[in-house]
């Protein structure tokens, strides 16, 4: 009989014990975390802190490379995001920064810290959004580039043919 149960215990294949951490990853927490994303100009950092049942930032990266549902809603959350950057834009445009000079006591506009954080809003929405905010001049050499591609490539499948 102990024969036989040998036998068995070869036949059956035993499981496989997972290692490593368990992940926390669950869809309710990458809709979470998209949707947080999505609805707030601050970067991933700031986000992470604010929200501590979050994991590491580094975790989130690693999510998007192994979830790619979570990765599709992440890129759109981003893309979301640059639509409330530049409303957080037009919102700066309309309050002026202002400093006390130590000198005189009065209270100044600082000019260049307002150019400087629209610039960067601007660079940011272009990268992020080209077709709606980036530099049309750009996009429309994209597009010859695009269709000199095809063209080329039906010039040489056309010279490369082979009669069958």
């Known amino acids: 009989m102990t024969g036989k149960k040998k036998a068995q215990e070869v036949l059956q294949p035993k499981e496989k014990k997972k290692i490593g951490r368990p992940t ?3 869809p309710e927490l990458g809709e979470e975390i998209c949707d947080a994303i999505a609805s707030s100009e601050l970067g991933l950092v700031h986000l992470v802190d604010s ?3 979050w994991p590491h930032r580094a975790t989130i ?3 998007m490379r192994k979830h790619p549902e979570f990765r599709d809603m992440y890129t759109r959350a981003k893309e979301d995001q640059v639509e409330v950057s530049v409303e957080h834009m037009q919102e700066i445009m309309n309050e002026p920064h202002k400093y006390e000079d130590l000198e005189t006591g009065f209270i100044k506009l600082d000019h260049n810290m307002l ?3 629209m610039d960067a809003i601007k660079w940011q929405a272009s990268k992020l959004k080209p077709r709606k905010f980036g530099d049309a001049k750009v996009e429309e050499a994209n597009n010859d580039l695009h269709e000199d591609v095809i063209q080329r490539k039906h010039d040489l499948d056309e010279r490369n ?3 069958f």
């Open 161 to 163: 043919k082979k009669e």
């Open 61 to 63: 990266f690693i999510w």
């Open 24 to 26: 926390k990853y669950t």
């Open 115 to 117: 150019r400087l954080k």
């Open 51 to 53: 929200h501590p049942h």
